[in-house]
């Protein structure tokens, strides 16, 4: 897949180092996927949550959560944000 908005995962990974690791094994992950649906996507990280247009991602253990825009036909992903678990909710990204 293509990668769109890894400025915000790195400027997420300097703010927070130990969320550093966690964001460069799905950046790679990310980067070899072939995903042609959310099912795929979800055999790739079991506790992605579609949400209205966005696919949430657990990043770190649940310390972050990472929203993007998933375009199956140009195999895009673009990141819109990364926030910490305290600071997600649910019903913002269901518009």
Known sequence: MQLVGQKIVEKAARDHADWR???EIWVAIVKEADWTCNSDVQ???NTADPVGIYVIFNIARNKARLA???NF???RVTIKHIVKHDAYNRKDYGK
Do not use: H, N, Y
């Open 21 to 23: 690791a966690s964001l």
């Open 43 to 45: 055999q790739t990280f």
């Open 73 to 75: 036909p140009e195999k």
């Open 68 to 70: 993007a825009i998933i």
